[in-house]
Structures are given as structure tokens and as C-alpha cells.
């Protein structure tokens, strides 16, 4: 199983980045997938959630209106555009692949550093 990150970097405040992760090993089409961010000394937090078949979405309220998590079952990637991002967006973001049938399973990527500062 392998959920690999990529996108992340430096910008500026009100710019914006893609992050995209590529998700191989497992049936993604059947995964929860969502992005979670960890900032220095704060806990790992959910930042957005994409179910299996695509149609439902939740954010947190801080990315509401500025993230967009998107899912593409026959290429095997999610993607999260963040828009007007603020340096407190500054985190590692990581993947994470999640389901309950027929038993918990849950896989995290490396992670990709994403740094918002002028």
C-alpha cells in the first residue's frame, strides 16, 4: 500500500497550491479519502474528507470556501486546491485513505510540507 503526496511548498499569503496524492495497493475506490495537517506543536487535524463514490464532502471551518477536495477513482488520486491561503494553513498535510467494511483499515501518506509565508 503505498499513498504518495506531492504539491506542497512555499507560498505566499492569498496564493494558492494543488496537492495531489497517488494511491496504490488497495481498492481506493471503496476509501474514504481525506487530508489531514499537522502545524508544529498541534495536534494532527482533519482538514477535508471525500467519500468513496465522490458526491459528499466535509471540511473544517477554517478551509471552508478556500479548499476544494476532489477524488478521481480511475486514476487513483485526490486532490486538495487550497485557495487564499493564510499563513496558518502552515502544516505537514497528509493523506489519509480510511474504510470500515468489512474491518477498519487506515493508511497514511508521508506527508508534504506546505509553508505559507512573505
Known amino acids: 500500500v503505498q499513498l504518495v503526496e506531492s504539491g506542497g511548498g512555499l507560498v505566499q499569503p492569498g496564493g494558492s497550491l494543488r496537492l495531489s496524492c497517488a494511491a496504490s495497493g488497495f481498492t481506493f475506490s471503496s476509501y474514504r479519502m481525506s487530508w489531514y495537517r499537522q502545524a508544529p506543536g498541534k495536534e494532527r487535524e482533519l482538514v477535508a474528507a471525500i467519500i468513496s463514490a465522490g458526491g459528499t464532502t466535509n471540511y473544517a471551518d477554517s478551509v471552508k470556501g478556500r479548499f476544494t477536495i476532489s477524488r478521481d477513482n480511475a486514476k487513483n488520486t485526490v486532490v486538495l486546491q487550497m485557495n487564499s491561503l493564510k499563513p496558518e494553513d502552515t502544516a505537514v498535510y497528509y493523506c489519509?485513505?480510511?474504510?470500515?467494511?468489512?474491518?477498519?483499515?487506515?493508511?497514511w501518506g508521508q506527508g508534504t510540507q506546505v509553508t505559507i509565508s512573505s
Open positions: 489519509n485513505a480510511r474504510t470500515y467494511y468489512p474491518k477498519f483499515t487506515n493508511y
